[in-house]
């Protein structure tokens, strides 16, 4: 079992950075794919970006593409979202999701297997 605890949200106006961390329980996180997704009120989970196990490719979502950065430490166990020229639109709860397959990116809630709690973002005007 993953326990994922996510970290580093808040209240920010448009144009401000924000970096948000996932800590995970397992220490065999390398072998884990990671993935950043947030539901807005009323809308379905979407993905964000995802990251191998390896750390050595990642992929964005089209609307975040180029403002958002995935990384991880795995010596740290830790995932993070580092989010610059944030958009009103990008208000949203975050989660951290992890999937017991390091080889591959998948942007489907459903391939994963371990969710955090979550975290607001809220982006104001």
């Known amino acids: 079992q993953v326990q994922l605890v996510e970290s580093g949200g808040g209240l920010v106006q448009a144009g401000d950075s924000l970096t948000l961390s996932c800590a995970a329980s397992?220490?065999?996180?390398?072998?884990?794919?990671m993935g950043w997704f947030r539901q807005a009120p009323g809308k379905e989970r979407e993905f964000v970006a995802g990251?191998?196990?390896?750390?050595?490719?990642?992929y964005y979502a089209e609307s975040v593409k180029g403002r958002f950065t995935i990384s991880r430490d795995n010596a740290k166990n830790t995932l993070y979202l580092q989010m610059t020229s944030l958009k009103v639109e990008d208000t949203a709860v975050y989660y951290c999701?992890?999937?017991?397959?390091?080889?591959?990116?998948?942007?489907?809630?459903?391939?994963?297997?371990?969710w955090g709690q979550g975290t607001q973002v809220t982006v104001s005007s």
């Open positions: 397992e220490r065999t996180f390398r072998g884990y794919g």
């Open positions: 999701a992890a999937r017991a397959s390091s080889l591959s990116i998948r942007t489907n809630p459903s391939a994963y297997n371990y």
């Open positions: 990251i191998r196990g390896s750390g050595g490719s990642t």
